[in-house]
């Protein structure tokens, strides 16, 4: 299984694709979580830094070349879950003809559909724990009294609403990208954990349309 997960700011993907990628022994691969890894290294570009602050792209080529450096790993040979990219048509293409170059392609797009008030009670109010990188919600998954929580930046109300008309004028577009070649699932984000994870794996197994 090679896998694409699409959805705005607070989805569900990082929650569905660790589940997913447990249960299938695959990689999970944010690009990011690789760019704030980098940014908390000091290794980020600081313009990058202002665009992930502002929730504005970062541009294409830098996350194309990190999956393409990524996904060669001798542990994507089984298959791979890409959480957060593509974010674009043009990432969408290059991923693409990277795969197919290697005789690997994309088997689904899976996305993951919420209304934009949900997503940003989502966003706000979700806290990682800093030691374990375990994602908590204060309302629908609060987090233990000992967790060492850390609030996103980009994850400000404002900044949130931003990274939404991102997706709309966007990633929105992807959706089409993989509809045109059968490989797009569109699922309910909304409900809980475990009846969202049923509907990924149904629509994962299904052909379009059944
Ligand atoms: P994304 O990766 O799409 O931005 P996350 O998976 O990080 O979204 O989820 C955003 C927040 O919503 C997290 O705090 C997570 O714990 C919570 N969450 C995820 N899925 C659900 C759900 N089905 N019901 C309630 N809360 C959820
Ligand atoms: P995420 O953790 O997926 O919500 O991404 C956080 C931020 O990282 C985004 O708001 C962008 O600034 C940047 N980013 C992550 N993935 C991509 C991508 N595929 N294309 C462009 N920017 C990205």
């Not at 607070?10 to 979580?33: H, L, V, Y």
């Not at 570009?45 to 830098?62: C, I, N, R, S, T």
Request: aromatic share 4%; with cysteine; proline share 7%.
């Amino acid at each position: 299984m090679r896998l694409v997960f699409l959805g705005p700011p607070g989805a569900g993907k990082g929650t569905q694709a660790k589940i997913i990628c447990e249960k299938w022994s695959i990689p999970q691969i944010s690009t990011g979580d690789m760019l704030r890894a980098a940014k908390k290294e000091g290794k980020l570009d600081p313009q990058l830094v202002e665009a992930m602050g502002k929730g504005a792209h970062v541009p294409d080529e830098v996350v194309i070349r990190l999956i393409d450096e990524r996904t060669k790993g001798a542990d994507c040979a089984k298959g791979f879950l890409l959480d957060g990219f593509p974010r674009t048509v043009p990432q969408a293409s290059a991923l693409d003809t990277m795969l197919s170059g290697r005789k690997q392609p994309l088997t689904k797009a899976l996305a993951l559909e919420i209304a934009d008030e949900l997503s940003i009670e989502r966003a706000v109010l979700r806290r990682t724990d800093r030691r374990t990188g375990q994602a908590y919600h204060l309302k629908y998954n609060p987090p233990p009294p000992d967790a060492d929580l850390e609030h996103r930046a980009d994850d400000q109300e404002d900044v949130v609403r931003n990274r939404i008309c991102v997706y709309r004028a966007m990633t929105a577009e992807v959706l089409p990208y993989y509809e045109k070649s059968e490989r797009l699932r569109r699922v309910d984000g909304v409900g809980d954990v475990a009846e969202v994870t049923k509907r990924v794996l149904s629509a994962l197994k299904t052909p379009e349309g059944a």
